[in-house]
């Protein structure tokens, strides 16, 4: 799977098969956390498999009762080595390189597990003490996160997403973008605006909109296609 495959297939998962997953393809997936961007290359990162069925239940029961995670049968405690990004970097090392770090290599492993056909959510939502206590987290030490990980048994549903307009900004913080389907496939302004202007239909306005958007449109085909080609491998 490509990149851009795996992160729009990723989903968070809350519901999972009763199967095991293999000791290679768990430390495959955490070694890929390990291969994030982090800060300094210190490798402030900590990474506690578990597995054990009480220790999930104890998980779960500190994260706020999120009881479905102990059917995930593998969780990730993320931890980052608090005092060591503060010795490092002071204050910005412990309020910020540490989390990000962290953040980072929590990314790596949901995508490398949905690139493993595994379903994983990110919990943020625990009490930290707790969660300390039950792995054994020393106090120089901070729990981040804690992944679930397991075969899917749900599908969530087609996630709402913020326009692009709203979120993107162009130069700098609150930069408009005018015709936002010059960077993105999103088109949803444009027809918007001619059903404004026309007070016609979406579907007859779609129509006109591609039409006049033609060459745009295949020319960014053309683009893509070059893409997919120079990645399919020839035969010498
Ligand atoms: C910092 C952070 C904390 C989160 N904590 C929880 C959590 O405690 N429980 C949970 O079910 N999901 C948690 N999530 C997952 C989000 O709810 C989820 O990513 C978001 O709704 C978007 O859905 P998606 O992951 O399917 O794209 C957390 C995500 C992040 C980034």
């Known amino acids: 799977m ?4 795996a992160i729009q297939k990723r989903r968070s998962i809350r519901k999972y098969l009763e199967k095991p997953i293999s000791l290679d393809v768990i430390g495959a997936i955490v070694e890929s956390g390990m291969m994030a961007p982090n800060a300094g290359n210190h490798q402030a990162w900590r990474f506690i498999v578990v597995r054990d069925l009480e220790k999930r239940k104890s998980l779960a ?9 102990s059917k995930a049968p593998v969780h990730i405690v ?14 910005r090392g412990e309020k910020l390189y540490g989390i990000q770090t962290c953040a980072a290599a929590i990314e790596n492993i949901l995508l490398s597990a949905t690139d493993f056909g595994l379903g994983s959510c990110w919990i943020g939502a625990f009490d930290e003490v707790s969660v300390s206590r039950i792995c054994g987290i020393p106090p120089t030490a901070r729990a981040q996160a804690i992944i679930t990980l397991g075969y899917a048994d749900e599908k969530p549903d087609r996630k709402v997403m913020q326009p692009l307009k709203r979120l993107l900004f162009l130069e700098s913080y609150g930069g408009r973008i005018s015709e936002i389907s010059d960077f993105m496939w999103d088109w949803s302004d444009i027809i918007q605006k001619e059903v404004n202007a026309t007070k016609s239909g979406v579907k ?23 893409k997919v ?3 399919i491998q020839r035969p010498l």
Not at 2 to 5: F, G, H, M, R
Not at 78 to 91: F, H, N, P, T
């Open 2 to 5: 490509d990149t851009l495959a």
């Open 61 to 69: 029961k500190a994260s706020l009762e999120q009881y479905w995670m």
């Open 78 to 91: 993320i931890v980052s080595e608090e005092a060591q990004m503060e010795k490092l970097y002071g204050v």
């Open 204 to 226: 007859s306005v779609l129509k006109k909109v591609l039409d006049s958007h033609k060459k745009n449109f295949e020319d960014k085909l053309k683009k893509i296609n070059k």
């Open 229 to 231: 080609d120079s990645k």
